[in-house]
């Protein structure tokens, strides 16, 4: 809801936006107080409407710096580049941190070189930030709170993200729900068709019909595809028959080669590489780091064509899906999904591959605490209908007569069907009358319409940045990436490691997870792991023939082996545990089975377990012999013993038990632990959200508890400015008697002469002057002590608001203390929860390439 309010800081107040200051749209001129906006409302939805020039963008940065500062991270997707000014907030306001980013053009067209251009707009951003009670403390509080990025799909300008590995078979929520599975492979279908340039009815046309049936297929039998996989499938798919018809009479082989090659052509289109580089596309990633803080994310998709832009924008919104079906249901917000400009995205008739998704989260990201904001500056061509789940409308200026006709004609079609009011007379007046940043806010859970303007941004508005910038902008952050990238080492399947320190760690590993002793630390080697106490490992032709009762596995050969290179098998003992980690507290049950393979040495240790490592092999994958031709290195003479195995069985089993380790993520203050494969920032950002939950809750009930005194005090105000009122009349009134009197008292004795006696008459109307000078006195008394009692009433209200926002202030440092109160829980396996299903002698096949052994089991 928006609220007047008073206070130097009042737009601090926990969970709502400080918007700007209401506006008087008949005297132009801004009224005291500040604009507030709860952000729980926004899980509503907004829709912002306004002309280039009207203050729309500066409206919509304001929400997102908002967020920002409220710890609530923004999915922002940027047609136009505009969005991204968000990231030019300068903490000193210093006319050398803008003099990077002003515009030489608009600096030449007023006179100025870019040195004073950029000097004088540091001091218009410098008084205008001022203005609205803001100061330089707060842009460090907003580039403090969150982290900011810009994603450029199919650029190298910004950060890449690997935009088509969302061909990936979708999560088993989506699988399960058959409506929701149709809408993904629907917009998925249309999404490639467009980008291919094919134009197919998505209801009706054979393309769509045959591509979206492939693509079902292939998730249902829980298969990723990529764009080769298709073409490959369209030739030659795993179906004989589409409803009715045979395949070959619904879509005869030589037309669907013809499709084949438009999307092959795609695939082979100079750069279109660049749509597989770079981060995948993981919506829990954008919007938190890995130590949990939020993020905003903006995708600056304004070098694409119409085609691309639509393809990347109708797969980023059904991943959004994805990952808000995965979500627990909360009233408070959890994120903002923010689109910059949704003409051609939305029309009312049209139905393009983004309409879907959309509606889809208009009708039901609000039970998740998702708040979808949407932009335009054409209110033309939008779909009022399906916008009519917006609870926040924000309107400013509009270019035409047109423009202002279709959007009450489309308001009012909206109130018609929630059957509200809608006075369209006083909204056409209002509309009429609105300047530059100067908005109509009408909020569903607030009071009717109301005017404002709009703060001024945090961020420098220098328009949309190019591809330069964004490349300057980024650079830092890419290098930091690809360092990261290039300094971790490959990990064992399922394993990880202990967080050293999870309430300060900065980055973070998974918050559940299992812990063996090792994993792999190279891929490649100068020695297969077989040790022995010779100087050279004995090379035989053939396999050793071992004891029928020493049964033998042969791992497979995943890789290629090249056709100068020699095959070698290495002996080596493969086991496979299960070990089930049980803890009550943490609501713990959780079994990990892994495949190990333990190096075999001579005396005096037959096998070193912490030299062994955890691999991608199942049981299933294992064969019986061993590929040919083929080298052997001999074993030592201890595997040739079966009784020896049982006894490093047990010797396993044991270690097992020391080593396996289970790390739980906890915070005690929610009681609340990470869950199964739950990475530390997907934890903190549940733990943060839970903090969110309880803020909003707290604040309702310290409302609920004031709201009692606060009434008693307001009516007691009232009452009190009454008295006030009437009191300064009454006084007013007998000073006017006074006067009267006093003046007819002075006039009598005027006219009766200079030396006459004063008659009686003059001294009646004396007295009554008198009396009429103590009445108005002590009517000035009664003024007073009103004025005074009026006074005291407004301080106790000032100190019960005091009061109430100590109150909140506390309990919101005691919850932010809360949630970041997160340790780790070293959960063990009992010996009992440790079994060992196989413990045998394998061979493990390498090929010997520039001297260095290369496992062939690993692909």
């Known amino acids: 809801m928006a609220q007047n309010e008073q206070g130097v800081s009042d737009f601090e107040k926990l969970g709502v936006f400080y918007l700007g200051k209401p506006f008087d749209l008949e005297s132009e001129k801004e009224e005291p107080g500040y604009v507030l906006y709860e952000s729980r409302h926004l899980t509503t939805h907004a829709v912002v409407v306004g002309m280039t020039g009207s203050g729309k963008t500066g409206l919509c940065i304001d929400l997102i ?30 006319p050398s941190e803008f003099q990077p980013w002003v515009s030489a053009e608009e600096a030449q067209l007023n006179g100025q070189s870019i040195e004073q ?90 393309e769509s019909i045959f591509l979206g049936t492939l693509i079902q297929n292939a998730w249902q039998n829980g298969q990723d595809l990529s764009l080769i996989d298709l073409v490959r499938l369209i030739q030659t798919p795993n179906f004989t028959q589409v409803g009715a018809l045979d395949l070959e009479s619904f879509f005869p082989k030589k037309e669907r080669f013809e499709l084949a090659m438009a999307i092959n052509n795609l695939i082979a289109s100079p750069g279109f590489e660049t749509w597989m580089q770079g981060e995948s596309l993981d919506i829990g990633k954008l919007l938190y780091t890995e130590s949990g803080k939020p993020r905003v994310s903006i995708m600056s998709i304004s070098h694409l064509g119409d085609n691309e832009r639509m393809f990347f924008v109708s797969l980023f919104l059904n991943q959004v899906i994805s990952w808000m079906r995965a979500q627990a249901g909360t009233s408070s917000l959890r994120a903002i999904l923010y689109m910059d400009e949704i003409f051609g995205y939305f029309p009312p008739v049209a139905n393009p591959p983004s309409k ?38 924000f309107v400013g200026r509009l270019q035409t007569e047109r423009d202002k006709m279709r959007l009450l004609d489309g308001l009012e079609g909206v109130a018609s069907e929630k059957c509200t009011s809608f006075d369209r007379q006083t909204l056409d007046k209002l509309l009429s009358s609105l300047k530059k940043r100067t908005f109509l806010l009408h909020n569903t859970q607030g009071e009717g319409l109301e005017a404002f303007k709009t703060r001024f941004s945090l961020s420098y508005l220098r328009g949309p940045l190019s591809r330069s910038q964004i490349k300057t902008l980024m650079d830092g952050k890419k290098k930091a990436v690809a360092e990261k990238s290039a300094t971790s080492l490959p990990q064992a399947a399922s394993a990880g490691s202990q967080p050293a320190e999870a309430t300060t760690s900065s980055s973070a590993p998974a918050a559940s997870t299992s812990s063996g002793a090792s994993s792999r630390s190279s891929e490649t080697g100068s020695a297969p792991p077989v040790k022995t106490a010779k100087p050279a490992a004995v090379v035989a032709s053939s396999a050793p023939i071992l004891p029928p009762d020493v049964p033998q596995y042969v791992l497979p050969i995943k890789g290629t082996v090249g056709a100068n290179n020699k095959l070698i098998y290495a002996p080596c003992i493969i086991a496979v545990s299960q070990v089930r980690f049980v803890d009550t507290k943490s609501k713990l049950d959780h079994a990990v089975s892994r495949t190990w393979l333990l190096p075999v040495r001579e005396d005096p240790v037959f096998i070193l377990m912490d030299d062994g490592t955890e691999e991608k092999v199942k049981v299933t994958e294992l064969e019986a012999k061993p590929a040919a031709p083929a080298d052997f290195i001999n074993p030592p003479q201890w595997v040739y013993q079966p009784k020896q195995y049982k006894a490093w069985e047990k010797k396993f089993q044991d270690w097992l038990v020391l080593k396996e380790k289970h790390f739980v993520l906890s915070c005690p203050a929610f009681k609340m632990s990470s869950l199964k494969d739950e990475s530390e920032r997907d934890f903190r950002a549940r733990v943060s959200q839970k903090a969110k ?24 105000i009232r009452i009190a400015e009454q008295v006030v009122e009437r009191e300064h009349e009454q006084m007013k009134a007998q000073d006017m008697q006074t006067a009267i009197s006093v003046g007819a008292t002075v006039f009598g004795a005027i006219l009766g002469g200079g030396r006459r006696r004063i008659s009686s008459g003059t001294l009646g109307r004396a007295t009554t002057a008198a009396r009429a000078a103590n009445r108005s006195a002590s009517s000035r008394a009664d003024v007073e002590r009103a004025n005074e009692n009026l006074e005291a009433l407004n301080q106790k209200m000032g100190d019960l608001e005091q009061q109430f926002q100590s109150e909140v202030a506390a309990m919101q440092a005691e919850l932010d203390k809360a949630a970041q109160s997160v340790e780790v829980v070293n959960i063990a396996p009992k010996k009992t929860n440790v079994s060992v299903d196989v413990f045998s002698f394998a061979w493990a096949p390498y090929q010997i390439t520039d001297g260095k052994y290369v496992p062939l089991w690993r692909q």
């Open 356 to 393: 879907q998704p959309l509606l889809t989260l208009l009708k039901q990201a609000r039970a998740y605490g998702l708040g979808v904001v949407l932009a335009t500056q054409n209110p033309v061509d939008l779909d009022y209908k399906g916008l009519a789940n917006c609870g926040t409308w």
């Open 117 to 206: 251009f950029a000097a004088t707009q540091a001091k218009v951003w410098s008084d205008g930030i001022a203005s609205y009670g803001q100061d330089v403390d707060r842009i460090k509080r907003l580039k403090n709170s969150a982290d900011f990025s810009i994603y450029t799909p199919f650029s190298t300008a910004g950060i890449q993200l690997s935009v088509l590995k969302s061909f990936a078979c979708p999560p088993a929520e989506i699988l399960e729900d058959g409506e929701t599975l149709r809408e993904r492979v629907s917009v998925s279908t249309q999404s490639l068709l467009n980008l291919a340039g094919v134009t197919s009815d998505p209801l009706r046309g054979r």
């Open 65 to 94: 710096e908002e967020a920002a500062i409220d710890n609530i991270p923004v999915l922002a997707i940027d047609p136009k580049g505009d969005i991204s000014n968000v990231l030019l907030s300068f903490e000193n306001l210093s």
């Open 693 to 716: 939950e309880e803020r909003d809750a707290g604040i309702d009930k310290l409302r609920v508890k004031f709201h009692e005194k606060m009434a008693t005090l307001e009516n007691k």
